[in-house]
T-cell receptor, first 114, second 111 residues
Framework: DAGVIQSPRHEVTEMGQEVTLRCKPISGHNSLFWYRQTMMRGLELLIYFNNNVPIDDSGMPEDRFSAKMPNASFSTLKIQPSEPRDSAVYFC????????????FGQGTRLTVV | LAKTTQPISMDSYEGQEVNITCSHNNIATNDYITWYQQFPSQGPRFIIQGYKTKVTNEVASLFIPADRKSSTLSLPRVSLSDTAVYYCLVGGHQAGTALIFGKGTTLSVSS
């Protein structure tokens, strides 16, 4: 397996534009996590899914952020409209049945909003 | 989820053994202790997991005392490439459990 695949690796966009980040989890994994990492706030859990169902989205900073998982092999994180303070590295991770079994992270998407 | 406390940073030299301790006073009976490692510009990577006593793999050892209120990650003979942030997580194995990271410990290894 190629591991967790995120796209794009880098994204530069202007304030106010819509941004969509994509994630393909490892085949067979049941849980998927979206994180945001900045120097100031560290690694923050935004939302996580189990069997394609959102379990907890309390980490989503505001209504501008939304996430979907239409099937077991694909998830998106959308920011609309984007703001400069959204600049961060966004990670997607997946794990097998039973969380806190080993979770695998993607390479991340570095988002810059200017 | 049990709250964890670990040192913000540690310094070491190549070849030394490094021990990073994590406190988790409110650990629940069915909670496991997991450690992750993160290099710059990469996502975290699973290192080791344990429930009690000692666990050892090719990368590290994890020591957990009987009361399980703390744990120690031991890295034998560190090298420059072990410079990274190390995170301690505590939680259960139930499906749908969140994976929440604290601030972690930044380990700097120098020659």
């Amino acid at each position: 397996d190629a591991g967790v695949i995120q796209s794009p690796r880098h994204e530069v966009t202007e304030m106010g534009q819509e941004v969509t980040l994509r994630c393909k989890p490892i085949s067979g994994h049941n849980s998927l996590f979206w994180y945001r990492q900045t120097m100031m706030r560290g690694l923050e859990l935004l939302i996580y899914f189990n069997n394609n169902v959102p379990i907890d989205d309390s980490g989503m900073p505001e209504d501008r952020f939304s996430a979907k998982m239409p099937n077991a092999s694909f998830s998106t994180l959308k920011i609309q409209p984007s703001e400069p303070r959204d600049s961060a590295v966004y990670f997607c991770a997946s794990s097998g049945q039973g969380a806190l079994t080993e979770a695998f992270f993607g390479q991340g998407t570095r988002l810059t909003v200017v | 989820l049990a709250k964890t406390t670990q040192p913000i940073s540690m310094d070491s030299y190549e070849g030394q053994e490094v021990n990073i301790t994590c406190s988790h006073n409110n650990i629940a009976t069915n909670d496991y202790i997991t450690w992750y490692q993160q290099f710059p510009s990469q996502g975290p990577r699973f290192i080791i997991q344990g429930y009690k006593t000692k666990v050892t793999n090719e990368v590290a050892s994890l020591f957990i005392p009987a009361d399980r209120k703390s744990s120690t990650l031991s890295l034998p003979r560190v090298s420059l490439s072990d410079t990274a942030v190390y995170y301690c997580l505590v939680g259960g194995h139930q499906a749908g459990t969140a994976l929440i990271f604290g601030k972690g410990t930044t380990l700097s290894v120098s020659s």
